[in-house]
């Protein structure tokens, strides 16, 4: 007897096929053991719920000084857990304010995770954080370096960009668009070992900001390695937080492939009494036809009310078909690239399919120049190819002048990406007109993607000076230094009177 367990627990350690799925207890800690091919054994502390160690194949992953956690961790705790249905291992941890879920189902090496909160963290963000060892996962998918800030020399901005080989880095480098942001991960390539965050179309449910929202998703800080699901924050917020729950998302260990996170399947969570999930069954989706919208750019659909957000690409002939949604009524709004085009509602019923066909078009107006496009982005401005990966003050930057324009002979990189009152102000911009054209008045519009501290544009048009606009909503965020373009996206219309306007090039 004593023999054959010793053997067992020998074929245990150095094949994980024996490995059994279920929950132990050792000292403080809950053990959860996948059973999975891949083995992965995760030790969670019951009096604050950190994650304390996660062995993936035999081998630590979790940075020892600090847990893996929600926020920077709960505290203090009441953690419960049960094995339902045989095959998944539920941890419960609740405060009073929040419940966190960590799940792990037999012959899967993955923590599936949900947190349904009643009120926001009180150090106004929340997020998952998995502190790992540098040593072990160093490199970062999929934007690479550019939020690796270990080994730094020196800080750039705040105490969260830094330069590291004469390169600007920062963990905000790492966002992507929640509409495009299904999988990201910190990984090693010798011997691959990936750890990933995988989302679906229910773990941004309860988030704030809509598709084209982004935060940090993952940086090697040097202590620690750490990958993030931020569920909300104040970067660059335009939308009040939702609470209930967010979620499910997951933390997946993998070898050498990347997982696919869109087609995570979290359904089981029916199963497991998970406070405020919403069973597909109890779900409806909306689909129709989006009309309209310029060719070549991407047609975005996007729904959303006090209590849920969803999005969608419609493909190129304008058909879209929602992820199952919960019931209620929606905004429904059209965007061409990231620019709002119309808005609707939608009422969406459980069980049921409902169509709702938008269209929307930019008004056509006779333009005597246009420079990019209503993209709501600044695609194609100078340096908006690297904005989102590096700071402004960057030696990989362009000049951002102060820059002039000349419509017919420059091109779109002669149009800055941004204007900074102190550094590149002011952008001119020279034309000639034909006698007809200077005879009337016109129109000059500013289409604004995110302004910073009250910042808007001023025009002047020869002699004319037209009034200043007023202050934008305030956004209390850092923005373009830290990678972010989009805020609520103000167009200004600058009324230019007849006689204003010359003929001629008076350059
Ligand atoms: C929605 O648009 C499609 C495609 O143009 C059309 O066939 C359908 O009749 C429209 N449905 C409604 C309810 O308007």
């Given at each position: 007897m004593f023999l054959q367990s010793a053997l067992l627990a020998t074929f245990a350690f150095s094949s994980s096929a024996l490995a059994a799925f279920g929950i132990t207890t050792s000292g403080n800690n809950i053990v959860v053991d996948a059973g999975s091919d891949n083995a992965l054994v995760v030790s969670i502390d019951k009096r604050s719920c950190d994650i304390k160690s996660i062995l993936f194949r035999g081998e630590e992953f979790q940075y020892q000084s600090q847990g893996s956690h929600i926020s920077s961790g709960l505290g203090s705790a009441t953690v419960s857990s049960i094995i339902v249905n045989s095959q998944y291992a539920k941890v419960t941890c609740k405060t009073s304010t929040l419940t966190h879920y960590i799940v792990v189902k037999s012959g899967d090496?993955?923590?599936?995770?949900?947190?349904?909160?009643?009120?926001?963290?009180s150090v106004g963000e929340l997020r998952f954080i998995a502190r790992?060892?540098?040593?072990?996962?160093?490199?970062e998918y999929p934007f690479g370096s550019v939020s690796t800030t270990s080994g730094s020399s020196s800080t750039v901005e705040g105490s969260d960009v830094f330069v590291v080989n004469g390169q600007t880095r920062s963990k905000f480098y790492s966002s992507e668009r929640f509409i495009d942001d299904y999988v990201h991960c910190v990984y090693r390539d010798s011997d691959p070992i990936h750890a990933c965050i995988l989302l679906n179309s229910y773990s941004y449910e309860r988030s704030s900001g809509g598709p084209f929202f982004r935060d940090i998703n993952s940086n090697n800080a040097g202590d620690s390695t750490n990958l993030y699901f931020y569920m909300n924050s104040g970067h660059v917020r335009t939308?009040?937080?939702?609470?209930?729950?967010?979620?499910?998302?997951?933390?997946?260990?993998?070898?050498s492939s990347i997982p696919t996170g869109k087609s995570m399947d979290t359904t089981f969570f029916k199963d497991l009494g998970i406070s405020g999930y919403v069973a597909p069954s109890g779900r409806g989706t909306v689909t129709g036809t989006a009309t309209g919208g310029a060719s070549g750019l991407q047609k975005v659909l996007h729904?959303?009310?006090?209590?849920?957000?969803?999005?969608?690409?419609?493909?190129?002939?304008?058909?879209?078909t929602s992820p199952p949604m919960k019931p209620g009524t929606y905004t429904q709004v059209f965007y061409q690239g990231e620019f709002k085009l119309s808005s609707t509602t939608a009422t969406v019923t459980a069980g049921k399919t409902t169509t709702a066909n938008i269209s929307g078009s930019l008004t056509s107006r006779t333009s005597l120049f246009k420079l990019g496009e209503y993209d709501g982005q600044p695609t194609g401005f100078r340096n908006a190819d690297k904005q989102l990966r590096m700071h402004p003050s960057d030696s990989r930057m362009s000049s951002w002048g102060p820059l002039t324009y000349i419509v017919g002979s420059s091109s779109l990189t002669d149009v800055p990406m941004a204007l900074f009152k102190d550094t590149n102000t002011p952008f001119t911009i020279k034309f000639t007109?034909?006698?007809?054209?200077?005879?009337?008045?016109?129109?000059?519009r500013?289409?604004?993607t995110l302004s910073f501290a009250g910042g808007r544009p001023r025009a002047v048009v020869n002699s004319y000076t037209p009034a200043t606009p007023a202050a934008p909503t305030k956004i209390d965020s850092r923005g373009v230094t830290r990678g972010a373009y989009r805020g609520f996206g103000e167009v200004y219309d600058f009324a230019i009177p007849a006689g204003s306007l010359v003929d001629g090039w008076r350059g």
């Open positions: 090496p993955t923590l599936y995770m949900a947190t349904d909160t009643t009120s926001e963290p790992l060892q540098p040593s072990k996962l160093p490199l939308e009040n937080y939702r609470m209930g729950l967010h979620g499910p998302y997951a933390l997946q260990f993998s070898r729904w959303y009310n006090a209590n849920d957000q969803y999005w969608v690409y419609a493909d190129s002939s304008g058909k879209f007109l034909t006698a007809a054209q200077a005879s009337g008045a016109a129109t000059l500013v289409a604004t």
